[in-house]
T-cell receptor, first 115, second 111 residues
Framework: DSGVTQTPKHLITATGQRVTLRCSPRSGDLSVYWYQQSLDQGLQFLIHYYNGEERAKGNILERFSAQQFPDLHSELNLSSLELGDSALYFC??????????????FGNGTRLTVT | GNSVTQMEGPVTLSEEAFLTINCTYTATGYPSLFWYVQYPGEGLQLLLKATKADDKGSNKGFEATYRKETTSFHLEKGSVQVSDSAVYFCALEGGSEKLVFGKGTKLTVNP
């Protein structure tokens, strides 16, 4: 058990809809990362938050947004969903005190299916 | 930009066979290199890492050496077990706190 909790495990929704994925990091970890895993693109870094502040942005679409709350949990919001957004979305966490820290603990992911 | 290239899978081995999964990278500067493992139905776990040239990362019998001259970080294990069946990802971090992953290599170990 990595200690990173993601909900829901599965999500099926229609094109054009909006969904929210939730992540609780491992206890004591201040950094939260979001990744998208798909068969064609592989693992793509989306965004990184450290202690409530955005730290780095990757290949995140404008239709997607994220935030990290004071209790350190994070939410990834995906809107105007398209078929191509179907993927496994992973949250990861790390202590994140120093620059160059990388995600050490990954959750089991949320599988999003857009129909 | 930074990139990682892994050998295409899948790789199928018999128990106790020797494993090599090749990984090469392209990066400016001096990246840190990582291997992650993803067991079926689970998230990724950090397997090992190396932060500078000639460093050897090791864990659970797996090893990888950071070779700057060949820009490689090949994963090896002397004797694989059925429980090693998983997908293995090579990754680099080039100082921007963003991990760049390879496509992953699926390993199946048969008894």
């Amino acid at each position: 058990d990595s200690g990173v909790t993601q909900t829901p495990k599965h999500l099926i929704t229609a094109t054009g809809q909006r969904v929210t994925l939730r992540c609780s990091p491992r206890s004591g970890d201040l950094s939260v990362y979001w990744y998208q895993q798909s068969l064609d693109q592989g693992l793509q870094f989306l965004i990184h938050y450290y202690n409530g502040e955005e730290r780095a942005k990757g290949n995140i679409l404008e239709r997607f947004s994220a935030q990290q709350f004071p209790d350190l949990h994070s939410e990834l919001n995906l809107s105007s969903l398209e078929l191509g957004d179907s993927a496994l979305y992973f949250c990861a966490s790390s202590v994140g005190r120093d620059r160059g820290r990388v995600p050490l603990h990954f959750g089991n992911g949320t599988r999003l299916t857009v129909t | 930009g930074n990139s990682v290239t892994q050998m295409e899978g899948p790789v199928t081995l018999s128990e106790e066979a020797f494993l090599t999964i090749n990984c090469t990278y392209t990066a400016t500067g001096y990246p840190s290199l990582f291997w992650y493992v993803q067991y079926p139905g689970e998230g990724l776990q950090l397997l090992l890492k190396a932060t500078k040239a000639d460093d050897k990362g090791s864990n659970k019998g797996f090893e990888a050496t950071y070779r700057k001259e060949t820009t490689s970080f090949h994963l090896e294990k002397g004797s694989v077990q059925v429980s090693d069946s998983a997908v293995y990802f090579c990754a680099l971090e080039g100082g921007s706190e963003k991990l760049v992953f390879g496509k992953g290599t699926k390993l199946t170990v048969n008894p």
